[in-house]
């Protein structure tokens, strides 16, 4: 598995548990004291932490909060019909 697998799953995310994705991987390679050269690059390790990350990703999408989900989709539907260059064509009609 490599990088690429995983951006399907990232997608779906919330924007909140991206970017908390995104701090847990930065503060694990700031708190690093270990150089690049010497990561364990083998192709075990590597599975194994894209395994963690599916993991990861596969709880949090179990936990969608379907509530914050329906209010962000009416919040872009609305937005999206107000910008729409004919105020006559909703993109979303009701």
């Known amino acids: 598995m490599n990088l690429a697998d995983l951006l399907p799953t990232v997608q779906k995310l919330s924007t909140p548990q991206k970017f908390i994705l995104f701090e847990e991987l930065r503060s694990d390679l700031e ?3 270990e150089t690049v050269s010497k990561w364990d690059l083998s192709a075990a390790s590597i599975a194994g932490r ?3 990350v599916l993991a990861l990703l596969d709880k ?3 936990e969608g909060d379907e509530q ?3 209010e962000t989709w009416e919040f872009l539907q ?3 019909d107000e910008d729409r260059l004919s ?3 909703p993109l979303f009609p009701q």
């Open 87 to 89: 105020s006559h064509r």
């Open 31 to 33: 708190s690093s004291s």
């Open 68 to 70: 914050e989900q329906t």
């Open 50 to 52: 894209n395994n963690a």
């Open 60 to 62: 949090w999408e179990m």
């Open 78 to 80: 609305q937005a999206l």
